[in-house]
């Protein structure tokens, strides 16, 4: 049983609860202090480097996001396995967490090569990709800054792939969704904070995708959101050393052969 449940249908939560989670989570980062000491790049680079105001990020993200729920909620009335009396079998859970994890795998091998071919592509990356790259200072709210095609591409179809291919229901999807959602924004946060647990459990991070935000590192570490395994088997990761920063912070520095 979970909290919601004689609420709020699994398929309404798993519909709406990944933006609530959203913007939840980035809304917590958006109102921390500055931390200086713990950020990937200064305040000025942020005000000096990004090209686009918070405000237009921001309708850009419920732009995306109302695309997201339409779709979500189109792919659960396909997929319902309700009885008649609207119950849906829930498997065990070391079931669900087999399902989670080979979603997480789907999603992971879809976004890196459609992320890496906007990339390659130069009229896609001038057109289309390039828009999230306006954010060349990352940061929490950002993460689904998209271009509207990328962002049912790359993010909306490939949570769909997901979906459809580990074969979870609504009710797993709403804990999958809301985790790929808070990995996602964490990735995309700029801060370096002591004790994080995605630092501590993936190498695919935020300073991992920090170095895809610069210009040196633009054609390589294109995974996102879990791990890093296509970078590291198809030649496009990129190492680097993470150092303090004299005036304070840290920077994601690529390494030098």
Not at 195 to 206: D, Q, R, V, W
């Amino acid at each position: 049983m979970v909290f919601w449940e004689g609420y709020v249908s699994d398929e309404a939560m798993g519909t709406f609860a990944p933006i609530v989670v959203y913007w939840l989570y980035a809304g917590f980062y958006q109102l921390l202090p500055p931390l200086d000491r713990y950020r990937l790049h200064t305040r000025k680079e942020e005000e000096e480097k990004n090209l686009v105001p918070l405000a237009m990020v921001v309708k850009g993200v419920l732009l995306q996001q109302l695309v997201q729920a339409t779709v979500a909620k189109v792919l659960f009335l396909l997929t319902s396995t309700a009885d008649a009396s609207g119950v849906t079998f829930q498997p065990s859970i070391p079931f669900q967490i087999v399902q989670i994890i080979l979603a997480m795998l789907v999603m992971d091998t879809w976004q890196y090569f459609v992320h890496r071919y906007m990339h390659q592509n130069k009229f896609l990356y001038r057109h289309i990709h390039s828009q999230h790259h306006r954010l060349v200072v990352p940061y929490a709210i950002g993460a689904l800054y998209n271009h509207p095609l990328e962002g049912l591409l790359l993010d909306t179809l490939g949570g769909a792939l997901s979906f459809l291919v580990s074969g979870m229901t609504a009710r797993t999807a709403v804990f999958f969704f809301c985790f790929a959602v808070v990995k996602t924004v964490d990735d995309h946060c700029g801060l370096w904070l002591p004790g994080n647990i995605f630092h501590l459990f993936f190498k695919n991070n935020t300073a991992y995708h920090d170095i895809h935000h610069q210009l040196q590192g633009t054609k390589y570490n294109y995974s996102q959101p879990f791990f890093s395994i296509w970078d590291r088997l198809l030649g496009t990761h990129m190492p680097y050393n993470l150092v303090k920063r004299p005036e304070g912070g840290y920077e994601a520095r690529i390494k030098k052969d």
